[in-house]
């Protein structure tokens, strides 16, 4: 509970009655149900899709506003954080073959 | 909102799974189809060849050893996106006999077609056989062809039995894999069991995603020609995907593997379709991808040899074999934390969850 | 992916758990609902990241793990029948019954299809009007709205072969029945973000007072996660136990009206069992009379099963945090997940399967000798 993932609304349609569209996820595309955020969305919006069923919109501000802040956040502390990690990965992560430090190549 | 405190009644049932009948999960690659194989099979038909379950069984002929294999083909849809079931079957046996380091030669097959198939099916899938024979050289000497009544063989089933000649000089076997190899992985991973998924009835969608089926021939004689037995041990992941493959490594060479998750290549469609279903993409069907462990002096020449080939574009460096943790596939994450990556029971299921 | 790989980013995990670990001045004891949240700890090894700071305890948000025998039961039965065709989503199929799965019935010719949507069952029943279809409608609060919306439609189509054998749960109820057993040692929860995208947070600001308890709405990917523990911890240091939200991005207070609205037209709340838990009074969702017409059990005269259950497994503890997966007797050694004892094992959410495939390299480092038993 619960396999919901992102996708962007690419088509509107309307099959009997029931407000559907076609969903854009990455690159794979669904027919999905809009039924529940039928008022809320214009193709080009991204919903939360769970069971075919798009059931919020994403709101697309607060993702923006929140991922700049975790960002920022993250570069201010970095040698910090580095630094501790290597630590623990010296404890916990050891590897005596070696291995990729965390946070190297790991960006999204 | 009552308070409510809980009825104690720990409860579970213990259920005893009716093992008295082929299951789905015994063709899926994972840990019931090596059960299927040693309880049912193995003992009946042990001898020294069959015994190291390699991609294709070497034996001694007069004038040399040859390498042969077989493998019967029993996908549905008959055709997908990338290929049919002809041109995989030819692939899928050429690619068993290149993993053991064979020249892969002649082919033997055998069709089970349904009564009923359309005759333009059938032929799309002669001709693609035929197509994927003639470009890898390859001789179609003998085949059988059988009729089912109307309901059995999905259509089509096809076997194709491969003979090769093994170089003296070039042998990568399951057991050969030594601790400090390098792995490399020939390509971007999960295209073809994602492919075949978006086309299953009940879970369609629409993607561009197309099988991988192809022969990886090229691939290794360019691996033969530049770092010859610097290559220990090949294998094309297939059903049970990448994980199960390095298990099965791991398990035959007695050493652990570390695989590296920010180094192997997921395309976006199928990470994204994997995404949906709730599946992880090591466990995905490849049908044009190699895995390759390689002495580390070698490693880069062996790299660069792969991508010199298009279909070795994107190969990478993708892990190494260790002594710790011998038999045992560990996948470092993005993050850095590891993880365990074992062989699943049978197949991966699409969840909600 | 848009909107899912951001969250993802191992820096700004780092980072996160640093604070973590900064904020904290003794260990807290947290516990997340969601099965997708437990499997994302596990299989990013995020509870360790923290660990002198948060033990996480796994809670029984795994609708699979829950679902009462009786009704994994019911199931093979209806799946047996050979004028039906039962539909599932992927993770029941592998759930142990009293006495097969639903992956046995199909090899035993029984007709068992894998669905995405419940919308695709209904679909296949209009394509095939001489079989019955029948749709194991299982899920928390965040799967209602599709099963809720695949009944109306079937109602409004006139759709007369088509039927729900329905087994939902809901989360507030099991919460609360954790928090007031005596015993329960959770600080704090990470409520589950999809729940809450289609109920809002209102049911939980109650809870929070009355157990004193903060929680903390929470995403599914590694940052939100870590962001949420971040939240918490915060809250237990400073004393606070409120509802707050991390999953800005997909919850709002109120949640998804409609979906609540179709919900509540065509379920109502009812006693529910939870396997390995026991009965829980309003604690899940049943159809309507209205609607019973598309009720499975009814339309095939199922009526009461008497359920036998050993208690070898110990789910039940597992489900309720009182017992970590591997210390249970069974753990690895009679129960694998090629021959589970109990759902936790089976589904991919369960705690004792997310431990075994994902906690095994830690434990066989630490016991190598067990390690070898176990492989």
Redesign the interface.
Known sequence: ??????G?IIERRDD???PMGVVD??GVRRSC?L?????QVEVGD?V?V????A??K???D??RR??AT??E???L??L???R??AD?GLA?FASREGHTA??KG??? | ??????????????????MD?????HGSGG??SA?LLRTHFLPLLDNPVLRQLGDAAVVLVPGGEIAMSTDTFVVSPLEFPGGNIGSLAVHGTLNDLAMMGARPRFLSTGFILEEGLPFDVLDRAIAAMAAAARESKVMLVAGDTKVVERGRADGMYVNTTGVGIIDAQFCPRPDAVRTGDVLLVSGPIARHGMAIMSAR???EFEAQIESDSASLVPLVELLRERVGSAVHALRDPTRGGVASALNELAASSNVGVMLEEASINVP?PV??AC????LDPLYVANEGVLVAFVDPASAADALAALRSHPLGASATIAGHAVAD?R??V?LV????????V?M???DQ????? | ???????????????????V?RTATRRWTLMEV???QT?TI?????D??V?DAVEMIHGP????CVTP?EQIDKALILANRPDVIF?S???M??V??????L??V???GGAV????????ALQ?AMRTPDKQVVFFAV??E??A??NA?AVW?AR??GVKNFSVLVSHVTV??AM???L??PDNRVQGFLA????C??MGWS?YE??AA?YRVPIVVTG?E??DIM?GMLMAVQQLEQGRFEVENQY?????REG?V??RE?VSQVFELVDRKW???????RSGLGLRPEFADFDAELRFGLGELA???????????VL?GKLKPFECPAFGTLCT???????PMV???GACAAY??????RR??EAPRA?EVL?
């Open positions: 509970m619960c396999l919901g993932i992102p962007r009997r009655g029931l996820f990455g149900c039924a529940y955020v039928a008022d991204y939360i769970h069971v075919g069923f059931i919020s994403v709101q697309e607060e993702a929140t991922y975790l960002r956040m993250s570069q502390d970095e910090d954080w580095m501790e990690t623990l916990a965390p946070g790991g960006d999204a | 909102m009552t308070a409510t405190t809980l009825t104690m009644s720990p409860s579970c049932p213990l259920p005893l799974p009716a009948r082929v299951q789905l999960g840990k019931m059960e009835e009940g879970l976006a990470a994204a995404e949906m279903l709730g943790h038999g045992m560990v994450t993005r993050i850095g934390s590891r993880r365990v074992d699943l029971p049978g299921l699409p969840r909600i969850c | 992916m848009k909107y899912l790989d951001e969250y993802r980013d191992a820096a700004i995990v780092h980072s996160l758990a640093a604070r670990r969601c099965g997708g499997h596990v299989k990013q090894g995020l360790e990241l660990e948000g795994c609708p699979v025998l539909t989503f992927g993770d199929l592998r142990p019954g009293s006495d097969c799965d992956q046995q199909r090899a035993r299809r894998v669905v995405y949507s419940p919308l695709d296949l899920g928390f965040t799967t709205p599709a919306m439609r409004e189509l507030p109820p609360t029945a954790l007031s057993a589950a973000g999809h729940v995208t289609v049911e109650p809870i009355k599914f590694t940052v962001e800005v991005r997909s919850v709002t998804t409609p979906a179709l396997r390995g838990i026991g009965e829980i009074p359920v036998d259950e050993p208690t070898e497994c110990r789910a039940g503890d309720r997940p090629e021959r589970p004892l109990g759902a589904s991919s959410e075994f495939n994902y906690g095994r390299l066989a480092q390690a492989s």
